[in-house]
């Protein structure tokens, strides 16, 4: 009795670990299968003919302030959109299915979120080939 008791509270114990670790891990291997970016053409989105970067966020979000800094930091110059303060923003925000922060805009990419990876292979495809 005590034996056929202890070997069904190990079954639950593993049912229900199982589920804790399927709900812990779960979205990040979706997250992992999305891919980095998608491909467009984003033209309207740029305020003039040179700027071929742009990015949406706001000044309280912290992966907007990593990809802000990161741009900088590789002396991309880049059009900034306040979502929360600017129209426009908003509106391009929505336009462009903006459900997460930042939405950045590298030449005919459209990337979501903090990415260093994502934001080099952009930057890198939007340089013009050398000869």
Same mark, same amino acid.
């Given at each position: ?8 509270? %190990? ?18 291997? /979706?997250?992992?299968?999305?891919? &980095? ?6 033209? /309207?989105?740029?305020?003039? /003919? ?26 991309? %110059?880049? /059009? #900034?959109? #306040?979502?929360?303060?600017?129209? &426009? ?10 459900? %997460? ?18 934001? #080099? ?9 050398t000869m």
């Amino acid at each position: 009795m005590f034996a056929k008791t202890a070997r069904n509270l %190990a079954i639950y114990a593993l049912i229900l670990a199982a589920g804790l670790a399927a709900g812990r891990y779960l979205p990040q291997v /979706a997250r992992m299968m999305m891919p &980095k970016y998608s491909e467009g053409n984003f033209a /309207a989105y740029y305020p003039d /003919a040179r700027t071929r970067v742009v990015v949406y966020g706001t000044e309280t979000c912290p992966y907007c302030a990593k990809a802000r800094a990161y741009l900088k930091t590789r002396h991309v %110059a880049f /059009a #900034d959109f #306040d979502v929360a303060k600017s129209d &426009k923003g908003k509106q391009d925000f929505a336009k462009l299915g903006g459900k %997460a922060m930042p939405v950045i805009l590298i030449g005919d990419r459209q990337l979501v979120g903090f990415d260093q990876g994502a934001i #080099d292979a952009a930057l890198d495809k939007l340089k013009p080939p050398t000869m």
